[in-house]
């Protein structure tokens, strides 16, 4: 089950503070994205954004990552 997006995993996920690491291509694009918006706007603006990005994303492919989005959330 993928956490409500209010959850503090997100903002860690976003900031790098909790890395993503996958073998599947989809997720690690996302995540190389997120990265570098991250890094070129830091401000909070942005990171809701990117959590709120980040969040669809995983909503929409959570029947077909789900052994993924396990890992990386738990």
Do not use: C
């Not at 503090?8 to 190389?32: D, H, R």
Request: charged residues 25%; without cysteine.
């Amino acid at each position: 089950m993928i956490p409500p997006v209010e959850n503090p995993i997100w903002k860690k996920l976003v900031k790098g503070e909790k890395p993503i690491t996958s073998s599947k291509l989809a997720i690690n694009l996302m995540s190389q994205n997120t990265k570098l918006s991250y890094q070129n706007d830091p401000s909070e603006e942005n990171i809701n954004r990117l959590i709120q990005h980040m969040h669809k994303f995983f909503k929409q492919y959570e029947v077909v990552f789900a052994a993924e989005f396990k890992n990386i959330l738990g």
